[in-house]
């Protein structure tokens, strides 16, 4: 049996984002007519922990837009410990790849014990957090070799957006044109995501080692990538095992903009959106003045940066993260960690853990 690598699972990704079109949405569709409670929802509460609360940070502007209802993120440490309203007319979204987070399985039987409607979205019907659930919706991630989620990122921010799509379509808010033209949409991206992937391969080659030697990288994207922004973060530190920070554009100039030096690499993610000019000046600062930035998007600087036209808005982020994950990877090779062996964690395991055996 041929191994596996991590490039492998992120080629992976486009197929799997139409297979939770073709599969996933008739899913959602028969759970929204099962359900006639939802008529009732004026709240989407979404709760999990690691790529599953950047997947949901992600998909909640897009979530917000179609179903015309207020989303919250929230980490299951929150919910349960500093959250003292929780609204009866919620829709509560469990959000765990494996099924098996120990704090989001709490949360859900917290939600549960008080009747509230919520759902469980995990890898497999079979999962804890599957059957604890009233009701489950797959994520269409399937079984991902590596524990630093690509796959599970990707396909989780599309379902929960695919849900707010179709939300929106039960309601009357979304005419069919336009439900079909957003599902035009994906396929553009899909097709645009296999192409990126080769793109960045070649485009690392001339920037790799610059990042590497970088004691920090940080991803700085407008509002609606500030979730891809912090997911890109914790692939960074995952795979590469480099330091690395997501944020939005105007608190990357709020924040630590006195602590930036020429060992923090700035990667902008310019969407082409109406802050295009703060990323532009921020990279521009970076490139002139620390010598260790770079440009991801429509709009670049110079030949150092990656260059891509965006194929469409509502689903930008499958573009840009798929070629972080493949930034990642390249990094991950360059710097000599082992992406093919099993990863032994039972030292760490020992210490802590997250999730439920």
């Known amino acids: 049996m041929e191994t596996v690598t991590f490039l492998d699972c992120i080629r992976r990704i486009p197929s ?80 765990s790849q494996t099924g098996t987070s120990t704090l989001t399985r709490h949360a ?6 008080q009747g509230f409607l919520h759902v469980a979205l995990t890898e497999s019907a079979e999962t804890p957090l599957a059957k604890e659930a009233e009701y489950h919706l797959l994520l269409g991630c399937g079984h991902e070799e590596f524990p630093m989620r690509t796959i599970g990122y990707s396909t989780s921010a599309f379902t929960l957006m695919m849900i707010g ?97 020429s060992s923090h690499c700035v990667i902008v993610l310019n969407d082409h959106s109406q802050n295009e000019q703060k990323l532009l000046s921020l990279a521009r600062y970076t490139k002139d003045i620390k010598k260790n930035g770079y440009v991801l998007g429509e709009t670049v600087i110079d030949k150092h940066d990656l260059q891509f036209d965006i194929r469409n808005h509502d689903f930008k982020f499958l573009e840009f993260s798929i070629v972080i994950q493949v930034i990642a990877y390249k990094l991950a090779l360059f710097v000599g960690r082992d992406m093919v062996s099993p990863h032994d964690n039972s030292v760490m395991y020992s210490y802590f853990t997250t999730h439920d055996n």
Request: net charge negative; glycine share 6%.
């Open 16 to 95: 799997l984002i139409e297979e939770v079109v073709r599969d996933g949405i008739p899913a959602i569709q028969r759970w929204l007519e099962t359900t006639p409670d939802l008529q009732e929802v004026t709240e989407i509460i979404i709760v999990g922990s690691g790529t599953s609360d950047t997947a949901a940070q992600t998909a909640r502007p897009f979530v917000t837009k179609m179903s015309h209802l207020p989303v919250r993120t929230i980490v299951p440490t929150e919910f349960l410990e500093a959250t003292y309203l929780y609204p009866e007319n919620a829709l509560y979204l469990f959000v």
């Open 108 to 113: 859900l039987q917290f939600v549960k014990k």
């Open 165 to 261: 799509l179709e939300l929106g379509r039960s309601k009357g808010l979304i005419s069919e044109t336009d439900y079909q033209r957003q599902l035009k949409e994906v396929e553009q991206a899909t097709t645009h995501q296999v192409e990126l992937v080769d793109k960045t391969l070649s485009w690392m080659e001339g920037c790799q080692q610059k990042m590497s030697q970088s004691s920090c990288i940080l991803f700085v994207g407008s509002a609606d990538l500030i979730g891809l922004a912090r997911e890109g973060a914790m692939k960074i530190w995952e795979i590469p095992q480099i330091a690395s920070i997501g944020y939005e554009i105007e608190e990357s100039l709020h924040g630590p903009n006195y602590g930036y030096n």
